[in-house]
């Protein structure tokens, strides 16, 4: 089985078995994470909320790293790069806002266990409210999300992204 | 155009121009807020919510500044002062109260920034959730607020609230 | 009227009259909480979403008390002790577990207020997302609950949870 680095641990390739990787990070992280640190991926989330929202997929696509990826629908290919996951998001979002939808994306419940000095292993619950204009509001996404975050400085870039959705079949 | 004054600094009357007002100082906000002050916001909210929710309108309007606005409704003018806010919210959620329904609010992802020493700009994702009797729970309202907030003492007051709601035509 | 201890305190007996008496307690709270704890509680619900999420109710009662108590259903007797605990989360999941669809608990806006040097009374907001495979995610319950929290060592264990939902008849 080849492998690839993340920070520097070695993960097995492969979507799905990152994201099983990713998980037994986060489940048998024994390191503890501080609450300044939890707070801060709050706000880092409360920031990418509102790139993903607004159809601002350059600033979406800056948080995450140079080579960051981003696997958001199981069977679709995750993307990567910076500019390989503008390019997805714009593909991936041309239906819905040609339906004049607005989206809000909610992360929630937020998981963290330290992989080394300046890389954590999150995961948080998610959901997604879509509105049509004229129609209440719905949900159209529920599911987990297990997130690399890279700390930078006093800020955060994503060094993967793996969204796990609920009712998949 | 003519100028009202929030805390130290001006902006231009008119409610949608407040808003942006309020959103670009939101967006330029470049002295950062203390994850102190953070988790105080939300705090803060767990309060907010829980008047509103429970139709205790005048400890939610006790939670603004004496001449507080709120604006949640678009075409709707803003209620003004202490009174104004409570006359405000018994008229807006006398259909809702008399049909049974329960409300939720919840406020997430905010985002802070520091206008003044004691003002704080923030911006808040919302969704209400209603639920009638003997029914599921529904999403009645998705969309965004946009605060400004006074620190007083160890706690806050709202000087105003401008909501903005998805799917709004 | 008979009386039972909730750590160094005593509340009136009865499930109603205990949750009338907890909410109390947070109503009229005046000691004040840390936000290092109230950060805690966050993550402590973290946990808890995802051992009963994950159908692990082992683990879901091993962060109950020993003699915890858990009522999430008017006109349902509380259920009592850890195995007690399993074994009613068991039966309430049956035939959801059954359908396949898959729960993700919500908890927010909490608010906290000191018992006494070692016992928080907590409430919180809760909504639960159903999802069944290939259908759009849907909300299964609205409403608040109210936590009796035992701080042990660095963590958390609950005494007793009640459950209130929206929408009851």
């Known amino acids: ?11 097995p390739a492969g979507l799905e078995s990152h994201r099983r990787f ?6 048998s992280g024994t390191r503890t994470v501080s609450n300044e640190t939890y707070i801060g991926v709050q706000r880092f989330y409360a920031e990418l909320v509102r790139a993903l929202d607004n159809d601002q997929f350059e600033e ?9 990826e981003l696997s958001h629908t199981p069977g679709r290919p995750a993307a990567r790069t910076r500019q390989g996951i503008v390019d997805d998001l714009i593909e991936h979002s041309r239906a819905r806002r040609n339906s004049g939808e607005q989206r809000k994306h909610w992360f929630g419940h937020v998981r963290l ?14 959901f997604v409210i879509g509105t049509k204009p004229g129609e ?6 529920s599911g987990i999300l297990h997130d690399v975050i890279v700390e930078q400085g006093d800020g955060f870039l994503l ?11």
Chains 1, 2, 3 share one sequence.
């Open 136 to 141: 209440l509001p719905r949900l159209v996404v």
């Open 22 to 27: 990713v998980v037994s990070l986060v489940s």
């Open 113 to 126: 266990s330290r992989v080394n000095d300046t890389v954590l292993a999150a995961s948080a619950y998610v």
């Open 159 to 169: 060094k993967s992204r793996t969204v796990v959705k609920d009712g998949a079949q």
């Open 60 to 68: 979406a696509a800056a948080m995450f790293t140079e080579n960051g």
């Open 1 to 11: 089985m080849s492998r690839s680095g993340i920070g520097s641990i070695v993960c």
